[in-house]
């Protein structure tokens, strides 16, 4: 009986030396791998849970780093001076670590809000483009921002250098560092969306009715760009880009090698937005489109 009690103990002690050890293990990993971050919000509460009626544990001043472990929505969750608790999106800069260096190995990558091919397009990225890879989810690169957005590209287009991450300095000097707070031509797209199905009328430039160049026009006022009246004339503002170089809200233009006559907006992934004709009005056209393949001329960055 004596002997069963002891074996019983000791396996007891065992599984809980064994629980303890994988817990400090785990806990040492989440912290190892954690990024650092700093409190932007003049005094911001250190919350016992990531809600706005939890225990406040500690209040951090304004730059006090950090140590991130984890993120919830809008909440992470941080390490300060042997406490742990939650603290608001909102008043946390968070500087993420990078896992490598990646390389466009495609003349246009798509910047994605979402590891998702269907999510919006936030910027695009050319051929030999370095971009700072943050994190990996399945198939998908999250890469690094100017203001933290969520960015991501397929894996599949990167070669990545996980090297790099480790020797920083120069290995980092030529990464570009994204831009993707909702640019201009995004913003340009976003409104000239709204515009969809509305009547093409020749000679018109306004919602009431649009020929393609009054619609551009008309679009590119809103932002307080002005543009001239006709294809052809809106053709010489700018500067000319290349096909394979195309940007969101850039104008593309068609027509012959003598003479322009029609215009849109590249909206991304290959398509373009423009008051096409009196049977489909303002519409998406995808530049693939064997006449617009054909009749390709120009392209010209406004912006």
């Not at 817990?23 to 849970?49: C, D, H, K, M, P």
């Not at 394979?244 to 012959?256: H, K, R, Y």
């Not at 991304?268 to 519409?283: D, L, P, Q």
Request: hydrophobic share 35%; glycine share 10%.
């Amino acid at each position: 009986m004596m002997m069963t009690g002891l074996k019983k103990l000791l396996v007891s002690v065992s599984v809980f030396v064994l629980t303890l050890c994988l817990w400090t293990v785990s806990t040492y990993a989440e912290e190892a791998s954690g990024n650092t971050g700093t409190i932007t919000g003049s005094v911001v509460n250190l919350r016992e849970e990531p809600s706005t009626s939890a225990k406040v544990l500690d209040k951090l001043p304004k730059g006090t780093e950090v140590n991130v472990l984890s993120s919830s929505d809008v909440w992470y969750k941080v390490s300060y001076d042997g406490k742990t608790g939650w603290v608001h999106g909102d008043y946390l800069h968070v500087v993420e670590k990078t896992i490598g260096i990646g390389t466009v190995t495609v003349d246009v990558l798509n910047v994605r809000s979402k590891p998702d091919v269907t999510s919006d397009v936030l910027s695009q990225i050319h051929k030999g483009t370095k971009v700072a890879v943050l994190t990996q989810s399945g198939d998908w690169y999250k890469i690094k921002t100017t203001d933290g957005t969520a960015a991501w590209v397929a894996s599949e287009y990167l070669t990545l250098d996980t090297s790099a991450a480790s020797r920083g300095g120069d290995a980092e000097r030529d990464v570009k560092i994204l831009d993707v707070s909702t640019s201009t031509g995004q913003k340009i797209v976003e409104y000239a969306k709204k515009f969809m199905g509305v009547k093409y009328v020749y000679g018109g430039t306004s919602p009431n009715g649009f020929d393609c160049s009054g619609f551009v026009q008309y679009v590119f006022k809103h932002f307080g760009i002005k543009l001239n009246r006709t294809a052809a004339d809106q053709a010489k503002h700018g500067t000319k880009v290349s096909k394979s170089e195309l940007e969101i809200g850039d104008l593309v233009f068609f027509g012959s090698s003598s003479y322009i006559n029609h215009v849109g907006i590249y909206i991304g992934n290959g398509k373009f937005i423009h008051a096409e004709s009196e049977r489909s009005g303002v519409t998406i056209t995808n530049l693939s489109e064997s006449y617009y393949a054909r009749s390709y001329v120009t392209a010209r960055r406004i912006l």
